[in-house]
Each structure stands twice: as C-alpha cells, then as structure tokens.
C-alpha cells in the first residue's frame, strides 16, 4: 500500500468524496476513476488526525497506532490531515507512510483551524468506525477499546472524558490545575448553553458509527476548537446516543491550545452555533442511501 498526498486545490466544500483513495490518484492523473474503496470493502477503522506544526510529536503516536491496529489484525486506514503546517509536519507523514500501511496524507494549503481539518478528514473516511485523535497521543490508543465497547452495546458514537477519568481510582489523568479549573468553569458555561449531560465535551478522542459520523459532518461548519461543541449540539438534537466513556490521558508538552483565549473563541462559537440552528442549518440529514447504518455483527463487535 502506498502512502497518498494530496494537496487541497478546491474550494473547501467542493467535492470531498474525491479525496477516497484510489479515486483521487486517477483523478490526479487524469484516468477514469476506479470503484473508491468503501464501495470494494469499508476498512474496519479510519483513524483522523488533524495536525498543524506537529512534526515534532505526531510520529510516536503513528507508530503506536498502526503498531496496535496490526496487533489486533483490523483493517484501517489513518489519515492525517495537515492544517497548513509550515514545518516539516508533511515530510515527516509522507517517510512515515512509505513504510507503514494504511497511513496517508491529505493537505490543507493554509491553516483552517482543528474543526476543518477534522471534518475534511472525516469526510473523507470510509472506515465503518470513525475516530478522530490529537496528534499529541494524550490519549493512549489503546482506549480505543473502551470507545468500542460503548459502540458494541449500542451507541451511536462514543467520547473519551477526562472529566469522568479523574473521578475514578483505575484511571489516570495528568492535567495542569490552571488548565484543570478553566474547564471545569467552561464545561459550566457549556451546561447552560444547551449541551447537556456531557461531563466533558473537548476531549479528543471521539468514536462514530460511519453513518452517524458523514451525518453529522455534512450539516457541521465550525473550523475552530468549537467544532466538538457543534457535532455534540447536533447529535443532542438529533436524538443520537451519545456514550460518554473515562479514559486516561496525559497532558503533553507543546499544547497548541491557549485556555482563556481559545475558551472565549469557543464561547463565541457556541453563539454562532445556536444561530445555525435557528437559520435551519441543522435540519437537512445526509441520504443513508451511501452509508447506511451497520449491525453490530458486521463490526465484528460482540455485544458485551
């Protein structure tokens, strides 16, 4: 398998399906396209990882995922998507991938922000279970596990909470106080604006059914860290069942968030997302024509 660079030329909303695998090499190349791949046979997970100047901490995450997804013999893809990095993010994703199935890149010609990236790479997924990862591998992959139990017993998507992790004696989480208090006072200020029942709503570590995951990527539009705000709001509304799962999770050096600045951001998101709602851009639900809903069965998920 080969390692796929692409470089985004389009207007951002234009046809993201052209980005499934060997459909866009040929469409590179001019060739007619070939059937994509979740028209052959879905991967089991597609790993997406937004990644902006992140050369220098992506790789061990790399190397632990597609190191673990090998060892349980699942089929997947990993696409990291690189938000306009002006380092050597890319460089370091393309010798990577040379050398390790399944990894690919996709990139974005400027910064677009974590919200944007993600949704490009969601979109552009075929796995039949969607995860979205930080680059910074806080979260071990190994709680990938736990996402999937929740799945198996019937979500339709399932969170990594650092919030319900630190309540529990089994779990570790390694968090600053000052980071610590900031979102406990946000997650306050979440609660009242209409995401309820979600002890944590911005852990990095989210898990969706493939139909739930194109469902709710089609109507999402926030490009900024709000993005898990609006996918959440969206799910709430749309009667999904949300899983709220404890994980451990390691607060990693070179953390591109910045707490009161990116909180007040992500307040201000919250706004604009309450006005989407009401203009009706919510309302319209994706065709399950394409992605149609999958049995437990055929996840290879036995109900626990």
């Not at 796929?4 to 399906?17: N, V």
């Not at 499934?20 to 190349?29: H, I, P, S, T, Y």
């Not at 790789?59 to 696409?79: D, F, G, K």
């Not at 029942?197 to 898990?207: E, R, V």
Request: net charge positive; proline share 5%.
């Amino acid at each position: 398998m080969f390692s796929l660079a692409i470089r985004i030329q389009l207007s951002y909303r234009e046809d993201i399906r052209f980005l499934n695998g060997f459909e866009a090499v040929d469409r590179l190349q001019g060739k007619s396209p070939v059937p994509s791949r979740d028209v052959l046979a879905p991967f089991d997970f597609s790993i997406i990882i937004p990644a902006h100047n992140e050369s220098v901490r992506i790789l061990p995450y790399l190397q632990a995922i597609t190191s673990y997804l090998q060892t349980r013999q699942r089929t997947y893809e990993v696409l990291v998507v690189d938000d306009g990095s002006t380092d050597n993010t890319a460089k370091v994703i393309t010798s990577f991938g040379c050398t390790a199935p399944g990894v690919r890149l996709i990139q974005l010609p400027s910064c677009r922000g974590k919200g944007a990236a993600v949704r490009l790479g969601m979109q552009s997924a075929v796995g039949l279970l969607q995860l979205f990862a930080d680059a910074d591998g806080a979260t071990p992959i190994q709680e990938l596990d736990r996402l999937e139990k929740a799945i198996a017993n019937g979500a339709d998507l399932a969170i990594g909470s650092r919030t319900l992790a630190s309540r529990l004696p089994d779990f570790t989480v390694q968090a600053r106080l000052h980071r610590t208090l900031l979102g406990m006072l946000f997650n306050v200020a979440i609660q009242q604006s209409g995401i309820r029942g979600i002890a944590d709503t911005q852990c990095g570590f989210k898990l969706f059914r493939r139909h739930v995951a194109q469902d709710l990527f089609s109507v999402s539009s926030i490009d900024g860290y709000g993005f898990d705000l609006e996918l959440l709001y969206v799910a709430q509304q749309r009667r999904y069942c949300i899983a709220e799962v404890p994980v451990n999770w390691a607060d990693q050096p070179g953390s591109k968030v910045r707490v009161i600045r990116d909180g007040l951001a992500m307040l201000r998101e919250l706004a604009v997302i309450k006005q989407n709602r009401m203009n009706g851009q919510y309302d319209a639900r994706l065709p399950l024509g394409r992605f149609p809903p999958v049995a437990i069965e055929e996840l290879g998920l036995p109900p626990q």
